[in-house]
Each structure stands twice: as structure tokens, then as C-alpha cells.
């Protein structure tokens, strides 16, 4: 059974920063593109970021980049977003997510439950 565990969400001043770590099971974790995901209230989920399989690729969303990073220890079976400079409209409800394939913004297979993220102004 494939389980994608987020953690460390929270609620952080605006210009404040926060790590989210997601560990994962039930797959081999170096075989997959890992990605971020996140949803507002109110809106569609949408892409944060993604890293390929060995660190070699990474992709932002535009609106994220320079701001966060993502990166991955594959001997933890682990994926981070580091967020920094936080902004009110960062608050959202952040997922991880697996995709076996190149790093790309759709098509992933496996999801977690998701780790609420708050940025107070």
C-alpha cells in the first residue's frame, strides 16, 4: 500500500518561513518524480513545484519561484519544500504527490492527505 505522509504545516507570519516534509512508502521512492500540490479555499489544487527522480530537474510555479525549493533525500524516502518570504496568499492546504514518469505539472498517481499552511499578515 503506497502512503504519502505530509508534515510540518502550521501558521507563520507573513515573510516567515516553513519546511513541509513528506515521507513516503509503499513504492520505490527513487523511481518517482515527486511534486508539490497546494489548494485555497475556494480554488482548484494547483502545482508548487516538482523534482525528477536523482535531483537532476526541478519546476516552479511561477508565483513560488525564488521564494521555495524543493529537493529530496531518496535514502529517507523524503521530499521538502523549503518556503520562505511567505505571503497570506501561500495560505492553502499543500499536498506531495508521486509520478512516475519525467517531471511534469499533471499525471501524478499517488497523493497524500494534504498539511495546512497559514500566513498571517
Known amino acids: 500500500q503506497v502512503q504519502l505522509g505530509e508534515s510540518g504545516g502550521g501558521l507563520v507570519q507573513a515573510g516567515g518561513s516553513l519546511r513541509l516534509s513528506c515521507t513516503v512508502s509503499?513504492?520505490?521512492?527513487?523511481?518517482?518524480?515527486m511534486g508539490w500540490f497546494r489548494q485555497a479555499p475556494g480554488k482548484e489544487r494547483g502545482f508548487v513545484a516538482a523534482?525528477?527522480?536523482?535531483?537532476?530537474?526541478?519546476d516552479y510555479a511561477n508565483d513560488v519561484k525564488g521564494r521555495f525549493t524543493i529537493s529530496r533525500e531518496n535514502a529517507k524516502n523524503t521530499v521538502y519544500l523549503q518556503m520562505n518570504s511567505l505571503k497570506p496568499e501561500d495560505t492553502a492546504v499543500y499536498y506531495c504527490?508521486?509520478?512516475?514518469?519525467?517531471?511534469?505539472?499533471?499525471?501524478?498517481?499517488?497523493w497524500g492527505q494534504g498539511t495546512q499552511v497559514t500566513v498571517s499578515s
Open positions: 509503499g513504492l520505490t521512492f527513487s523511481g518517482y518524480t
Open positions: 504527490a508521486a509520478r512516475f514518469g519525467p517531471v511534469g505539472r499533471n499525471g501524478y498517481q499517488y
Open positions: 523534482i525528477s527522480r536523482i535531483s537532476s530537474s526541478t
